[in-house]
C-alpha cells in the first residue's frame, strides 16, 4: 500500500513538475519565435493562462466516445513515459517518492511514445472532420520519417554501451563521458530527428492553421483541447528529460536539468523559427536521406568502436 | 470548500476573470474590408500576441468571433453557425460601422444592417475602417468587461433564442439549420 | 483408444457429417462442424498430456503420432483459436450457399493441421500438409471471384512447395532410411556439406511457401482476401503458422546442431528475406483501398518478423517468434473477424466508402482496436512484449548484420501504426453516412469469440508467462536449455528488464484517471453532436455530403515510398513466365513436326558423331 501511495505521489509531483516546465518553455517558445519575427511576444506564463481558461470553459462537444477518451490516451502516454524516465540523477529526485525507471527500457519508451498520438489520432478520427484527418494522415506518415534516425540513433547508443536500459545508460556515462561526444554521430542524428519529433517548421505541415485549420485539434475545445494542451507540454518535458538523459548523462540537480532540457529544445525551436515548411513527402524524404544517413555511419562506428 | 461563501466566490471570479480576459482566441470571420486590419494586428507593428490575443482556426476552440465588416445575408447565415459552434463562454466583437447600421451597404437589398438583431455583440467598435489601434482599443474594453463579467452575450442568446432566431429567418430564407448545440 | 487419434477421427467424421447434414438444414452444417471442433479442443485439453505417441500400421507401412512439448503449443493454438472461429463460423456463414462444401473443408482443413502438428515422421507430416494445402485451395476458390488467377497461384505456389518437400523428405529417406523426424534431426550433422544444404534448402522452400516469405509470397494476398473471413482468420492465423512449426524444427532442432553451427549462411539470407518482406509488405499494405487486402498484407509482413525472429535463432529471438506467432493468430484472427463481421452487416470492407460503424458495432470496434493496439505492439498489450522480445534480442545479437536488420523491421513495425490507423478509421470512424444507417451490431456467436480473443490480449500484457511456460517447454524440447522466463517480466542477455505488470498498472490506472477526469468534468454541459455537426467554414454540410477524407488516405507517403514500390514481385514471376514461354518457343522450334527436319537432325548428329567420337570414344 505504501508502495502504491509512493508510486501515485511519485507520478503527481513528476507530472506537476513536468506541467510546470514544459508549459514555461511552451511559452518561452513563443516568446523566442515572436522575437524572431520583431515582435514582443506574449509573457512567458501565457500558456498557464490559456490552459487554465480552457479548462474553465463552461461547455464542450464531443462527436462520440472515441473523442471524448482520446485525450486520455494522451495524457496516459505523456504520464507513462515521465514515470519510466529518470527525472534526476541518482535514483529519483525527490527521496520520498518513486519513479519507474528500472521497470522500463528504451524500447519501451520508443513505443510508449507513439501510444499517445495513436490513441488521440482515433479520437481525431470520430470527429468526422476532413481536415483533422488530413492532418493525421500528414502527422502519422512524417511519424514514419522521423522515426528512423530516432530509432537508428537509439540503436547505435545502445549497442555501444552494451545497456538498454536508459540507468543504464546514465551509469556508463558516468564512468565514460557523455554519449554526446562519446557517440557524436548518433547524436548529430538525434538532432536532426527530433527537428521532426517536435513539429516545429519546417516539419509542421500537420498542423498548419491556415492551410487545414489547425488540422488534428480542429474539433477539440475547452476541456478536450485543455487536456491535449497540458499533455503536450508533459510530453515536450518527459521527450527533452529523455534525451538529455541519453546524451548528457542527465541531470543531478533541477537547475542543471532546465539548462540542458532548455539548450535541447532550443535546435528545432530556433531552426524552427526561420525555416518555411515541407510538404509531408518532402519532408519523409528529408528525414530518411542525410539524418538515415548519419544515422548508418553511427551504427557503423558504435559497432566498430 | 464552499464554493457558494461570498469571499471564495469573489476570488473564484477573480482567477476566471484573469483568465479568459488574457487569453482570448479570436476567430476572425474576415467578411469585407476589415479583415485587412486584422494582420497588422497579429504581426510586429502592433503585436496582440503580448496580450494574450491569439488567432485560431476553428469555432470550436475560438472564445471571440470578430466580424470584421458588412455581412450579406448568405455570410451571415455562416456567421451564425461558426457563432453557434463555439464553446461557452463566447464573446462577439463587430468591426466598422456596417455591422452597426449598415454604413455604406445601408439600403442594399442583401445585407444585414445592426449585427445585433441577430447574434449578441459584446463589442463595436467604430470606424470605416477602425485602424489596428482602434482594434486594439475594443479588445481592450472586452477584457474589461470580461473581468467585470459583464461580457455575457451567449446567455442573452440562450435567454432571447426565439427573438434570434424569427430576426435570422427573416432574412434567410432557405433556413435550413441544424439545431442550437448548448 | 488414443486420445490423439480420437481428435483426428473427430474431426474427420466431424468433416463429413458436416458435408452430409446439409442436407437436412445447411445451418445444421456448421453447427455440426462447430460442435466436432469444440468437441476436439475439450479432448485435446482434456485427456491427452504432452508425452503421448501412438503408432498406426498398415500394412508393413507404420505411421507415428505423437505430442511433444514443442507441438503442444502449436496444437494448444489450433484447437483453442479454431474452436472460437467455428463459433463465429456459424452465424458468418449463414444464409450462403454450398455451406457442405465449405464446412467439409473447413473442418478437413483444421484436422491436417492438427495431423502436421501430431505428426512423428515425414510421411504423415506430408499426408496431412498436403489435405492441408487441397482443403485450403478448395475454400479459397469458394467465393468464386477470379477463381482463375488466384487459385491457381495458390496452387502453383503449394504445389512448388509441397514438391521441394516431398523431394527432400526423399532425399532424407535414401540417406538414413528413416522418415522419422527425431531420426533427422541426429543424422542432421553427419551429411556432407552439400547434402545438407540441399535438404535445408529444400525444406525451406517447403516451409516458407506456407509461412509467405518473400519472394514466394505471391499467392497470400489475394487468397488470403478472397476466402471468407471466417476462414482467412484460419488461414492467416494458425494455416501459416504450419510453416512456421516447420522452419522452427529445422531452424532450431537440425540446423544448429549442423557442422557449420551458429553462422548457417541461410539462416541469415531467411533472416533479411523476412525483413524485407516485413518491410515491403507493410508498404503494400498502407497503399491497399480494402479492409481485407489490408489485412492480407499485414499478415504477410507479420509473418515477416515471426520468420526473422526464428532464423536469428537465440534463445530470445526464438522465444519472441514462437509468442509473436501465437499472439498473431489472436490478434489477426480478431481483425479478419471483425472485418467479416463488417462485411457481413454492411455489405463491403471498402476503406473509402464504409465509415463510423463505432456507434452501430461497439463491440466489434472494441475487439478490433485491442488488436490493433496488440499488432502495432504498443504496451501493454500481448502485441509488445513478442517485438520487444524481436528488437532486443537483435539489439544484443552479436551479429552485425542483424543491428542493420532491426532498422528494417523497425522501419516495418512504424509504418504499421499507419494501416493499422487506417483500418480502425475507415471502418469505424469518420463521418456518419445515411447510407450505413441500416447497419447492426454483429450476432452473438461472431461477437462473443473476438471479445473473448481480446481479453485475452489483454489478460497476455498483464503476464505473458502465461504463454511463456509452454513456449519454454517447447524451446527446451527443440534443444535450448534453461530457457529462463518470468511471469510478467521480460529480459534481455544483457540484463535489462520490462516490468509487465507495472506498465500494465500504470497504463491503466493513468488511462482510468484521466478517462473519469475528462468525463466528470463539467459533465453536465457536455453535449454529444454528430459527426455532421464539425467546423466547415460556417457551412451546413447536407445529409448526404460526405466529407470523409478516406480516398487516398496515405497519399504523401504514397508519393514518398513511390521509387520502392515501382515493380512488385509479380511483375518478375511474368517476366519469368515469358522467359519461359519463349524458352519453350524455341523448344517447339525443334520439335518442327516434320520428318524431313527430324531427319536432318539424325544426319547432323552422326557428323558430329564422325567427327568428334574418336576422341569421346577412345
Known amino acids: 500500500m505504501e508502495d502504491i501511495l509512493k508510486l501515485l505521489g511519485g507520478a503527481a509531483a513528476t507530472m506537476l513538475l513536468a506541467f510546470v516546465v514544459g508549459a514555461t518553455y511552451g511559452g518561452l517558445v513563443r516568446k523566442i519565435i515572436a522575437r524572431t519575427q520583431n515582435r514582443v511576444g506574449p509573457p512567458w506564463y501565457q500558456n498557464f493562462v490559456d490552459i487554465s481558461k480552457l479548462y474553465m470553459k463552461d461547455t464542450a462537444v464531443h462527436h462520440g466516445v472515441m473523442q471524448h477518451i482520446g485525450p486520455a490516451f494522451a495524457i496516459t502516454a505523456s504520464v507513462t513515459v515521465l514515470m519510466f524516465v529518470p527525472v534526476l540523477r541518482e535514483g529519483g529526485w525527490f527521496p520520498w517518492f518513486e519513479n519507474l525507471n528500472f521497470k522500463g527500457d528504451i524500447i519501451f519508451l520508443i513505443y510508449m511514445m507513439v501510444f499517445g498520438s495513436l490513441g488521440m489520432a482515433l479520437g481525431i478520427g470520430q470527429t468526422g472532420n476532413p481536415n483533422a484527418s488530413i492532418g493525421v494522415s500528414r502527422g502519422l506518415s512524417m511519424m514514419v520519417g522521423y522515426e528512423i534516425p530516432f530509432v537508428l540513433s537509439l540503436v547505435s547508443v545502445m549497442v555501444q554501451t552494451h545497456t538498454t536500459s536508459i540507468t543504464g545508460l546514465m551509469e556508463w556515462q558516468t564512468q565514460n563521458g557523455w554519449l554526446m561526444f562519446e557517440a557524436p554521430f548518433a547524436f548529430i542524428t538525434m538532432l536532426l530527428a527530433i527537428l521532426g519529433m517536435f513539429h516545429y517548421a519546417p516539419f509542421d505541415i500537420a498542423h498548419a492553421p491556415s492551410e487545414i485549420a489547425s488540422g488534428p485539434p480542429s474539433e477539440f475545445g475547452g476541456k478536450y483541447l485543455a487536456m491535449m494542451m497540458t499533455s503536450g507540454s508533459i510530453f515536450a518535458f518527459a521527450k527533452l528529460v529523455f534525451l538529455v538523459d541519453v546524451f548528457m548523462n542527465g541531470a543531478s540537480n533541477l537547475v542543471m536539468l532546465v539548462v540542458k532540457t532548455l539548450l535541447l529544445y532550443m535546435v528545432p525551436v530556433l531552426y524552427g523559427a526561420v525555416s518555411p515548411r515541407y510538404r509531408t513527402e518532402q519532408a519523409i524524404r528529408y528525414l530518411w536521406g542525410w539524418p538515415v544517413f548519419f544515422g548508418i555511419i553511427a551504427l557503423i562506428y558504435s559497432i566498430y568502436i | ?182 | 483408444m488414443n486420445s490423439l487419434l480420437l481428435i483426428i477421427l473427430i474431426l474427420l467424421g466431424g468433416a463429413i457429417l458436416a458435408y452430409l447434414a446439409k442436407r437436412i438444414t445447411p445451418m445444421l452444417s456448421s453447427i455440426v462442424s462447430f460442435l466436432a471442433i469444440s468437441s476436439a479442443a475439450v479432448v485435446f485439453f482434456t485427456m491427452t498430456s504432452s508425452t503421448d505417441v501412438v503408432t498406426v500400421s498398415v500394412r508393413n507401412f507404420t505411421l507415428q503420432f505423437g505430442l511433444n512439448a514443442y507441438s503442444w503449443v502449436f496444437a494448444a493454438m489450433v484447437m483453442g483459436i479454431s474452436a472460437l472461429v467455428s463459433l463465429y463460423n456459424i452465424a458468418y456463414m449463414s444464409g450462403k450457399d454450398r455451406l457442405g462444401y465449405f464446412n467439409l473443408n473447413f473442418t478437413l482443413a483444421i484436422m491436417s493441421m492438427m495431423g502436421i502438428v501430431f505428426a512423428n515422421d515425414w510421411i504423415s507430416f506430408f499426408i496431412f500438409w498436403e489435405i492441408m494445402t487441397w482443403s485450403s485451395f478448395l475454400i479459397v476458390v469458394y467465393n468464386g471471384i477470379d477463381e482463375g488467377k488466384i487459385g491457381t497461384k495458390y496452387m502453383i505456389f503449394s504445389a512448388v512447395g509441397g514438391y521441394a518437400m516431398l523431394m527432400a523428405i526423399v532425399i532424407t529417406n535414401s540417406q538414413i532410411d528413416s522418415f522419422l523426424i527425431a531420426d533427422l534431426i541426429n543424422a542432421y550433422p553427419t551429411f556432407g556439406h552439400g547434402m545438407q544444404a540441399m535438404i535445408g534448402i529444400l525444406f525451406l522452400i517447403g516451409f516458407s511457401v506456407k509461412a509467405a516469405v518473400m519472394p514466394l509470397h505471391v499467392w497470400a494476398p489475394r487468397a488470403y482476401s478472397d476466402s471468407p473471413m471466417s476462414f482467412t482468420a484460419i488461414f492467416s492465423g494458425l494455416l501459416s503458422k504450419m510453416g512456421i512449426f516447420g522452419m522452427a524444427i529445422m531452424f532450431i532442432s537440425v540446423f544448429s546442431k549442423a557442422s557449420i553451427g551458429d553462422t548457417f549462411i541461410y539462416s541469415q539470407v531467411i533472416a533479411w528475406l523476412g525483413g524485407v518482406t516485413a518491410v515491403m509488405a507493410t508498404f503494400y499494405a498502407v497503399i491497399q483501398k480494402d479492409a481485407k487486402r489490408l489485412l492480407a498484407y499485414s499478415s504477410i509482413a507479420q509473418l515477416g518478423y515471426i520468420v526473422t525472429g526464428l532464423a536469428i535463432g537465440t534463445k530470445l529471438s526464438v522465444m519472441s517468434a514462437l509468442f509473436l506467432a501465437v499472439i498473431h493468430a489472436l490478434y489477426k484472427g480478431i481483425l479478419f473477424m471483425a472485418v467479416g463481421a463488417v462485411e457481413r452487416q454492411a455489405g463491403s470492407t471498402n476503406l473509402e466508402q464504409l465509415g463510423a460503424l463505432i456507434r452501430k458495432m461497439p463491440w466489434t470496434f472494441f475487439s478490433a482496436l485491442i488488436a490493433a493496439i496488440a499488432l502495432a505492439g504498443i504496451p501493454p498489450l500481448g502485441g509488445f512484449v513478442g517485438k520487444w522480445m524481436l528488437y532486443e534480442s537483435m539489439i544484443t545479437s552479436t551479429n552485425p548484420s542483424h543491428l542493420f536488420l532491426v532498422i528494417l523491421i523497425f522501419l516495418s513495425s512504424t509504418a504499421a501504426f499507419l494501416y493499422v490507423y487506417r483500418l480502425l478509421f475507415g471502418l469505424f470512424l469518420g463521418q456518419e453516412e445515411p447510407e450505413w444507417d441500416h447497419v447492426k451490431e454483429a450476432p452473438a456467436p461472431m461477437v462473443i469469440p473476438m471479445v473473448l480473443m481480446a481479453l485475452t490480449l489483454i489478460l497476455l500484457g498483464y503476464a505473458p508467462g502465461l504463454l511463456f511456460e509452454p513456449i519454454a517447454n517447447g524451446m527446451e524440447f527443440l534443444g535450448f536449455e534453461n530457457v529462463g522466463w518470468q511471469m510478467s517480466s521480460l529480459s534481455n542477455i544483457w540484463g535489462d528488464t520490462v516490468d509487465m505488470q507495472y506498465v500494465w498498472g500504470s497504463v491503466v490506472t493513468l488511462f482510468v484517471l484521466g478517462a473519469i477526469f475528462i468525463t466528470i468534468k463539467n459533465r453536465k454541459s457536455t453535449r454529444y453532436v454528430t459527426t455532421k455537426d464539425i467546423h466547415t467554414s460556417g457551412e451546413i454540410p447536407e445529409a448526404h455530403e460526405n466529407l470523409t477524407y478516406a480516398v487516398d488516405f496515405y497519399k504523401p507517403f504514397e508519393r514518398a515510398i513511390e521509387p520502392v514500390m515501382r515493380k512488385t514481385m509479380d511483375f518478375y514471376y511474368n517476366h519469368f513466365g515469358n522467359g519461359l514461354e519463349s524458352l519453350f518457343g524455341f523448344v517447339r522450334k525443334i520439335y518442327t513436326g516434320n520428318g524431313q527436319t527430324y531427319a536432318m537432325y539424325v544426319v547432323i548428329f552422326l557428323v558430329i558423331l564422325l567427327l568428334i567420337g574418336e576422341q569421346i570414344f577412345k
Open chain 2, 1 to 182: 470548500m464552499d464554493t457558494n461563501d461570498k469571499g471564495v466566490r469573489k476570488i473564484v471570479d477573480m482567477i476566471t476573470g484573469f483568465a479568459r480576459s488574457n487569453s482570448l482566441f479570436m476567430l476572425a470571420y474576415g467578411t469585407g474590408c476589415g479583415d485587412i486590419e486584422i494582420p497588422p494586428a497579429m504581426t510586429s507593428r502592433y503585436d496582440w500576441e503580448r496580450f494574450g490575443y491569439r488567432k485560431m482556426a476553428t469555432p470550436r476552440q475560438a472564445d471571440v468571433l470578430l466580424i470584421s465588416g458588412y455581412l450579406a445575408t448568405k455570410t451571415l447565415k455562416r456567421v451564425i453557425r461558426s457563432y453557434e459552434q463555439m464553446q461557452e463562454p463566447k464573446y462577439v466583437v463587430a468591426f466598422g460601422s456596417c455591422t452597426i447600421n449598415g454604413g455604406m451597404y445601408w439600403d442594399s437589398y442583401n445585407t444585414i444592417k445592426m449585427l445585433d438583431h441577430y447574434i449578441p455583440v459584446d463589442v463595436y467598435i467604430n470606424g470605416c475602417m477602425p485602424r489596428p489601434e482602434a482594434v486594439m482599443s475594443g479588445l481592450f474594453d472586452l477584457q474589461e468587461q470580461i473581468k467585470k463579467g459583464e461580457a455575457n452575450g451567449a446567455q442573452k442568446y440562450r435567454e432571447n433564442l426565439e427573438w434570434y432566431r424569427g430576426n435570422q429567418k427573416k432574412v434567410i430564407k432557405n433556413w435550413v439549420m441544424p439545431e442550437y448545440n448548448w
